[in-house]
């Protein structure tokens, strides 16, 4: 089929799509076998030959030599005197073997010829595209940032496929142009409209574990196990390590020397505070380090409800909630209980309830406190000035007041 140049007709398109040349023949193949059986009814007798180095494809037909008003099958015989016209010395018994020219299938076929092969080769792209990346769920890929919309990122790997950021799976301080290279784990892949549709993300908790994996080789090599992590994305995670190896400190492997391997992790999650803590079986030990940097002066267990009642020194209460409650609410998620926080009252007897200076203090000063975990006197007046300004909606000004209020009392 000289003149048919289809591996170059489809060359870009072959090329684009990443497949192989001898996937590629065989859709050829199975194409024109298809267009053969519509225009002939049957198959038999014709032999495809694709020509790779030459980038064309011939298609001939054999046909058995019978006399002259003995034809039993149109598509496999031929009559003795239509033979001889095509080739003249041939004889009853021969075969004729002939080459089939491309105008024989009609254009219209030819049409329907090119849409086919192109339906095949994108059907098989996609699953193969779904394939791939189906087997890569919970895989970190790097990728190009090609468009960036309201609700979503579009983003191109290696391949140019694409790839879908949602808004709701990228981390709040996140800001990529078009151009830029950006991190992520393959979250999910699902179907939509036969179509393969990858979805990234970077706030799934295996977007930190495979960012340990990375960095940490111990992680990597087995010798440290991440049992369980827990995220606020770009504000705080806490991650609970285990090593087999009594020899292997699993926090201080994780965190590296003067920090500098969880200081890698911390900068990709956009400054995400992480904290690495070792695991026990010891759920009072466990609820303990999960609320760190907090000192824990005793904890009761109630199974049956699974909670928590955690007591402290007044000055540990608003560490062991953190900023937005994010230290308890992770704790809680990390350990599975729910956690309530509970100032030991022997330790009160020198302190003072803020409610005591509701004549003195505006009630929604001190509902902003209180947000913070500060309720008394004392544990306002252990937090810095300007740490009260950062953690509260309240100016400068209010606070060096209620600072002055609260200081008076103990003099």
């Known amino acids: 089929m000289k003149g048919l140049n289809l591996m170059d007709a489809f ?25 053969i059986l519509k225009r002939w009814g049957a198959d038999d007798g014709f032999d495809i030959i694709i020509n790779p180095d030459r980038g064309d494809l011939e298609i001939w037909r054999t046909r058995q030599i019978v006399p002259d008003g003995e034809l039993d099958d149109e598509v496999a015989q031929i009559e003795v005197s239509m033979a001889q016209k095509i080739v003249s010395d041939l004889e009853v018994g021969e075969e004729l073997i002939e080459e089939i020219k491309i105008e024989d299938f009609g254009r219209r076929n030819i049409l329907a010829m090119r849409q086919n092969l192109q339906s095949r080769i994108m059907d098989l792209e996609k699953d193969h595209l779904y394939q ?16 960036v919309w309201k609700k979503e990122m579009l983003v191109l790997d290696d391949e140019d496929n694409e790839l879908i950021l949602p808004k709701d799976q990228q981390i709040p301080s996140d800001f990529y142009k078009k151009g ?16 393969p549709q990858i979805i990234l993300s970077r706030t799934a908790p295996e977007f930190l574990e495979k960012l340990f994996e990375q960095e940490v080789p111990e992680v990597f090599d087995g010798l440290i196990t991440i049992k369980k992590i827990v995220r606020e ?13 009594d020899r292997v400190d699993p926090v201080g492997a994780c965190v590296g ?24 079986a010891n759920e009072q030990l466990l609820i303990t380090r999960a609320l760190a940097p907090a000192k824990i002066s005793s ?11 955690v007591f402290l020194k007044p000055d540990q209460v608003s560490l062991a909630i953190g900023k937005g409650g994010n230290n308890i609410k992770l704790a809680g998620r990390l350990t599975g209980f729910e956690i309530d926080v509970y100032r030991e009252t022997d330790t009160d007897i020198d302190d003072v309830d803020l409610e005591e200076f509701s004549d003195e203090i505006d009630a929604w000063i001190i509902d902003e406190l209180k947000n913070i975990g500060c309720d008394t006197a004392r544990s ?5 000035k300007e740490d009260l ?11 060096e007041e209620v600072v002055r209020i609260l200081k008076a009392e103990f003099e």
């Open 389 to 399: 300004v950062k953690r509260t909606d309240l100016e400068e000004e209010t606070v």
């Open 180 to 195: 830029d290279t950006i991190r992520a784990v393959v979250y999910k892949v699902d179907m939509r409209n036969n179509s």
């Open 132 to 147: 791939k990346y189906r087997e890569r769920v919970g895989d970190i890929i790097s990728g190009e940032v090609y468009q």
């Open 11 to 35: 060359g870009d398109f072959k090329e684009l799509k990443n497949i192989d040349r001898e996937t590629m023949n065989q859709i050829l193949d199975d194409v024109f076998r298809s267009m």
């Open 233 to 245: 994305p770009g504000e705080r995670a806490k991650v609970a390590v285990e090593s087999y190896d």
């Open 299 to 309: 904890i009761n267990l109630d199974h049956d409800n699974m909670k928590a009642d």
């Open 380 to 384: 306002v007046l252990a937090i810095p």
């Open 257 to 280: 020397m003067k920090g500098a391997r969880i200081h890698t992790i911390v900068r990709e999650l956009r400054n995400e505070n992480i904290d690495v803590i070792q695991f026990t």
